[in-house]
């Protein structure tokens, strides 16, 4: 199943299910880094807890979060929650 929704990232977010996989992908280059920290945390909180996914533009990072494993390839960057 699917779920496709556009929400404002900024502004509080609607309760929703928690993801296995979320895309989003060249969108925070546009943020200051203190909001970037606070989209970051929410994505994190809606993220399946074992081993869900986050899907980002080749120009964004969020490499300074130890909660997320990283895979990084040609043009996308990949963050998992990581499975203990």
């Not at 980002?56 to 990072?61: A, C, F, K, T």
């Amino acid at each position: 199943m699917i779920h496709f929704e556009s929400l404002n990232l900024v502004k509080d977010w609607p309760i929703m299910p928690k993801f296995d996989l979320i895309l989003i992908r060249n969108v925070l280059i546009y943020f200051n880094a203190q909001t970037k920290a606070k989209i970051f945390n929410k994505l994190r909180m809606q993220l399946a807890d074992e081993g869900g996914c986050l899907l980002l533009g080749s120009s964004e990072s969020i490499l300074y979060d130890q909660s997320f494993k990283v895979q990084q390839e040609d043009r996308v960057s990949y963050y998992c929650n990581d499975i203990n």
